[in-house]
């Protein structure tokens, strides 16, 4: 139903800033829940934080205080500013889409993945 676009990743400073960007194809992105996983070395995918189609109720990771989730309708497109960044951040990040209200409650919908390296 939808196909999802990331991009934004790379390489940066422990204490450094990212924003992740996911492109979402489509007439109905409102319709989504979206959300940011992320896939470390060494460990199980996680979900980072979600928001819903209309943006106005979000979720994050206890892990993660200092990512904020954003979305522009408008422009079919998720955001994730991730500030203060840490070697333990470092990890494939994904973006995924879950149909709200007719969906099966699972995130149905993958972007590629991004690499998101921390590192002096």
């Known amino acids: 139903q939808v196909q999802l676009v990331e991009s934004g990743g790379g390489l940066v400073q422990p204490g450094g800033s990212l924003r992740l960007s996911c492109a979402a194809s489509?007439?109905?992105?409102?319709?989504?829940?979206m959300g940011w996983f992320r896939q470390g070395p060494g460990k199980e995918r996680e979900l980072v934080a979600a928001?819903?189609?209309?943006?106005?109720?979000t979720y994050y990771a206890d892990s993660v205080g200092r990512f904020t989730i954003s979305r522009d309708n408008a422009k079919n497109t998720v955001y994730l500013q991730m500030n203060s960044l840490k070697p333990e951040d470092t990890a494939i990040y994904y973006c995924?889409?879950?149909?709200?209200?007719?969906?099966?409650?699972?995130?149905?919908?993958w972007g590629q993945g991004t690499q998101v390296t921390v590192s002096s």
């Open positions: 995924a889409a879950d149909r709200e209200r007719t969906g099966r409650g699972t995130y149905d919908y």
């Open positions: 489509g007439r109905t992105f409102s319709w989504y829940t």
């Open positions: 928001i819903t189609g209309s943006g106005v109720r």
